[in-house]
Each structure stands twice: as structure tokens, then as C-alpha cells.
């Protein structure tokens, strides 16, 4: 079974504090990615990699950076986080053209 | 661009009922592929199938069937008999071919009342 974890199911944060969201996958997938979710609006891609240190933006990326040192690892992150960005976050991973799977989601709250 | 479109936001039924959550999608590519996800209570995204552009052919697993007609860029999901368990969001999704990224629509919450 494909496993993708992320390392926390609720977070909250002060405005202006970096936040780090972590994603592990233990398949071997060359794909990763980070949506957001908000209601009324689905899910919306922020950043994707297709291979180690590379990364390209998605749809939103304003205000996100991430990282992706090791294979099996993509991180998130929120160098100032602000309210706007109070969402729930969804890792995913995917073998090259191939089924995205999905984590449980992160839930954050920025106060 | 792409654009997928739920135009149902939120669908009660009673249990054993059959219903149907429609997606249509917009593309100018002819070649890609078309994805329904679950996402019940828990949180997580559950993968339930994925169509290409070629394929057609309407497609049945248990109670759910899926029902892709490129004519009208639609791609309805059916569940038959439907139980407590099916209550969750439905997404229906699209990408295209050598692309990776999910294009999604804004999600149908379904409810079915015991």
C-alpha cells in the first residue's frame, strides 16, 4: 500500500512565524506535491517536484517556498505566515504519470 | 486552461437511494485523463478511478459506476443503493497527458441519511 504522511494533522501558528509542513512517501514516487483546500474552491496546487531539488510552481504559490532534499521527502513552507493562509494542506505523490496519492492533510490555523 | 465544474455543491439522499454527481470539464487538449476522488470525514483523499480522453467505455465497480461522454465533457459518477458509509466529498479531477498536475473541481458533499 502506498503510505504518504504528513507530520502533523492540526497546527497552530502566530502571524508572522515560519511554519514548516513535512511530507514523507514510501514508494519511491518521483512525483510530490502540495495543495491547499478551502471551501468553495477545491483543491488548488501550490508547488510540485518531479525529482529531487527540482520543484515548479502551481497555481498559487505566492507566499510558499518548499524543499525537497531527499527523494521521499517534500516540505512546505510559510516564511511569514499570515491569517490568508489558515487552509487545510494536502501532500500527494505520484510514480510518473501515474495515480496521485494523497496524505491526511495538515489543518492550519495561523492567529 | 483547464476548468473542471461541480455545479452540485451539496446532494442529500435517503439510504438505498441511487445518485448521481455530475462533472464537467473544459480542455482544449485531446489527450487526458479524467479522476473522481473520496474524501470522507477523516481527511484523506481516496482515489476511486481514472479515465483517459480515448476510452469511453462507461465503467462499473460494485455500486459505483462512471459514465464519460466526451460530446458533452462530462464524466457522471453513479452510486446505486447508497449507504451511510458513501457520505463524504466528491471530486472529480483532470489532467493531461505528460502533465502531472490536477486540475480539481470544487467538490460535491453527498450526505445519505439513514
Known amino acids: 500500500d502506498v503510505k504518504v504522511t504528513q507530520s502533523s494533522r492540526y497546527l497552530v501558528k502566530r502571524t508572522g512565524e515560519k511554519v514548516f509542513l513535512e511530507c514523507v512517501q514510501d514508494?519511491?514516487?518521483?512525483?510530490m506535491f502540495w495543495y491547499r483546500q478551502d471551501p468553495g474552491l477545491g483543491l488548488r496546487l501550490i508547488y510540485f517536484?518531479?525529482?529531487?531539488?527540482?520543484?515548479e510552481k502551481g497555481d498559487i504559490p505566492e507566499g510558499y517556498s518548499v524543499s525537497r532534499e531527499k527523494k521521499e521527502r517534500f516540505s512546505l513552507i510559510l516564511e511569514s505566515a499570515s491569517t490568508n493562509q489558515t487552509s487545510m494542506y494536502l501532500c500527494?505523490?505520484?510514480?510518473?504519470?501515474?495515480?496521485?496519492?494523497f496524505g491526511p492533510g495538515t489543518r492550519l490555523t495561523v492567529t | 486552461a483547464q476548468k473542471v465544474t461541480q455545479a452540485q455543491t451539496e446532494i442529500s439522499v435517503v439510504e438505498k437511494e441511487d445518485v448521481t454527481l455530475d462533472c464537467v470539464y473544459e480542455t482544449r487538449d485531446t489527450t487526458y485523463y479524467l479522476f473522481w476522488y473520496k474524501q470522507p470525514p477523516s481527511g484523506e483523499l481516496v482515489f476511486l478511478i481514472r479515465r483517459n480522453s480515448f476510452d469511453e467505455q462507461n465503467e462499473i465497480s460494485g455500486r459505483y459506476s462512471w459514465n464519460f461522454q466526451k460530446s458533452t465533457s462530462s464524466f457522471n459518477f453513479t452510486i446505486t443503493a447508497s449507504q451511510v458509509v458513501d457520505s463524504a466529498v466528491y471530486f472529480c479531477?483532470?489532467?493531461?497527458?505528460?502533465?502531472?498536475?490536477?486540475?480539481f473541481g470544487t467538490g460535491t458533499r453527498l450526505t445519505i441519511i439513514p
Open positions: 514508494m519511491d514516487h518521483e512525483n
Open positions: 500527494a505523490s505520484s510514480l510518473l504519470g501515474s495515480v496521485e496519492y
Open positions: 517536484s518531479y525529482d529531487v531539488k527540482m520543484k
Open positions: 479531477a483532470l489532467s493531461l497527458f505528460g502533465n502531472e498536475k490536477l486540475t
